[in-house]
Structure formats: C-alpha cells, structure tokens
C-alpha cells in the first residue's frame, strides 16, 4: 500500500466521520451479517417488516396488500414496474432520513427495457459501503489502484481511451473497441502503474486475457480480476489462473438493487456467497411463485430491504439459480448454478427447459481450443453453435459438436455449426453467450 492510498483511505474515513459516520456504521452492519449468518438474520428479519409495513402504508401499489408476510406479496418484474411507475416511487417528504433529492440510478437497457430507479439517501451510502464490504472480502482496500473497464462518453474521457482519475485513484479504461494496438497500451499500463485489481465486464477481461497469453505477455503485477455484468466461463477463469498466474472472483450484481454476492477467489464461476445484508432472495419455481426445493432450478426474486424512495419487493430478476449452502435453521447462504436469464434459457426439443451454460460439455464450455462460443435457439428444435477457434483444423470437428449440442438438446434437434472469427458485442460491450430466438408459446 502507498502512502497516498492509505492517505486517502483514512481522509474517506475521517470525513464520514465528521458527518456522523454513516457510512462506517453501514459497512460494519453489513460485515456483521455476511459473517454471522445467525445473529445477523435478527437484523434483516427487522429491516424486512420494516420495509413492508412502509411500502404498504407509503405506496399506491403496496397499499392493496392487507398484510406484512413476504408470501402475500405479489411477485412483480420490470414490465409490471413500468407498466405501473408511479405507483411505486415514494413521495420525497416522506422516505425516512431524506437528504435533498433522490438518486436516480439508470440501467444501460442493452439486454432489455431501459430502467430507471429512484434510490434514497440512506439506501445510496448502503450501496457503496457494500461495495467496500464485497471487496473488503477479496483483500480490495478502498483507494487501491484499480483499472476499470467501463463505457466512456467523451465528456468524461476528453478524447482518450485510458484516463487515470487520481482523485479516487481509477483508471478508466474504454471498453469498446479494443483492438492490438489498444490492448497492448492497456496491459502496458497494467504492467508500469503495477496495477492489483482490475474491474469489468467478463467479455472485456476475456478479450484482454486472450491476446495477453497468445502473443505470450505477463501481468507482472498479478492481479485480481473482479468480473461482472455476464456469467463468468470456466474457460476464462482457469485461463486467468492457469496461463497468467492472477487470480479472478466473479460479482453477482445489478443497478436496481446493487450487489448480492461474489464468487470465492477462482471458485466456482456460477456459485455466489451472499451478502443478505441489502436483498432477501427467494428462489421460486419455473412456472409458479412457489418455493423451489433444493437442487431444483429456480427464478431468482429479491425483495430490497433498503430502498424506501421505490419500494421493490419480491422483484424477479429474471436470472436463474439454484439453492446453494443453507444453515440448520433455513438461511440461504449462497446460489448455485446460476444460469443467467429465464428469457434465455433454452428449450431441448421435448419442449422442456434446458441450463444450457451448466449442460453443454466442457469441450466447448471450458476448452481453451475455443476463443469464444454462443449457442442460439432459432425455431422449436432449431439450434445455432457460433464458434471462434483457435486452430481451424479443428473445424473438421464439425459433427462431433453437433452431437455435443444434441446430447443436451434432444437426438432429433436440427443443428448447426457456424465458425466465426469474432463473435459480435453489444452496445454496452457485453456478449451473450445464450440467446433464445424462438420463446416457447
């Protein structure tokens, strides 16, 4: 740690202290909760009737239910926000602790329906003291060098593509268009500012890794790579430990409601240790609000239990998981097998649905032979395979993948395999690994 690190580190800390130390008590509730699963459960179960009994009293939407037990809730999502918006935000004099004008917190609406969601003062701080607590967790100490990736606008970058702001001590890099010439004055950066943690979306870490170990140049620095924003590959995760000696932690997150949990450091990609401090999650059935059981595939649906401008309670997410570890007395401790959205799960040609991400075989999942892959669903048994491969004559392996595909999908699936050299982004520089085309009627 440097000087200025832990100069700024202690200025942070003795500012909130000036200013009645919210945030210190915020950070060390939601470190109290993530570890001690039991005492900590008294805590939210308080913070969950309080945030009830105030939707309930607070809110045109939340007034009709004539009760403070979560089940009697009605399980919403973003359409039925949207379609009734209004009826959810608070009134400013009323939200509790109230500082001025609330936060609006947007998402990017590059997978879906742009959204936006008004935050509190109170519940503001609770995000960002989680955000120290999660990182607090993988040795991430506040004002530690950190490269971010993340879209730039021009306002912000004046015209570059690595902008360092000494203020929070970040570099910002521009995730779009990261071409050789580029990558290669990013990982320079990495390599002379000795850079130890670096954040982004995993299909920018993916393409930055991938030309680091094929044209053989280290980090030297070793860092800690925090994913987020897609579901984090095996492939990508071992190629970060195995081929570049750093190490990798995926971050479940989302801008309504914040973070809910990371990976353990190389861990398992798809298994998130929860914090409970901010959400209390449910995982429901499939096609009913039902509670899954453990080991069944479920919708994830999070009630906030710090959001008093926009209550959202029992709010489905559309990603999907399983129950992870649980305590004797019933506390969810951690999500397995998360699969990303139930819009695109995909369905085998029997008409059931199908985890493709934890199905397919790891020759295609976890195979450093590929650069990339994507799976598609076209039509009720039509499947597309896009594959970006590392040595073409790998191509002559065409049929073995279908056979792969249809292992997972059903024997009379209609499958094609298509090699490509990149597979194309989106806007916000993510690239969906599963897209389902065709939606089960």
Known sequence: MSLITYIKRKKFWINDFLHGGKMWKHFKEIMFIINNPEEGEEIRKRKLSEILEFACANTKFYSKVKSIKLSDFPVINKQIVLDNYNDFVVPVEKIPGQVGEVHVQSTSGSTGTPFKVFQDTECRIRRIATIKAENELVGFHSYDLLMHFRALSRHYNYGKDIVWNKQYNIIYVDNANLNDERIERIIDTINSKKVKFIRGYVTAIDTVTMYAVEHKLSLDSHPLFISGGEMLT???????????????????????????????????????????????????????????????????VVTDLT????????????????????????????????????TDMILKTNGMYVDFFNSISGEIADSPLFKQWQFIQNGEKEYLLNLCLQDKSLESKKEHYIKLVKDVVGEDAVVEVKFLDEIPVLNSGKRKLIINNWKKK
């Open 234 to 300: 095996e492939s990508l995760k071992n190629r970060i430990v195995n081929n570049l000696n750093c190490s990798v932690v995926s971050q479940y997150a989302n801008e309504e409601n914040g973070v809910f949990g990371q990976s353990e450091i190389n861990g398992c990609p798809t298994t998130m240790n929860l914090n409970r401090a901010n959400c209390y999650i449910e995982i429901l059935k499939l096609d009913s609000d039902e509670r899954a059981q453990k080991g069944e595939l479920g919708r994830i």
């Open 307 to 342: 959001n008093y401008a926009m209550p959202l309670i029992r709010y489905d997410l559309g990603d999907l998981a399983k129950i992870g570890d649980v305590t004797e007395s019933g506390i969810m401790l951690s999500l397995e097998s998360l699969a990303g959205r139930k």
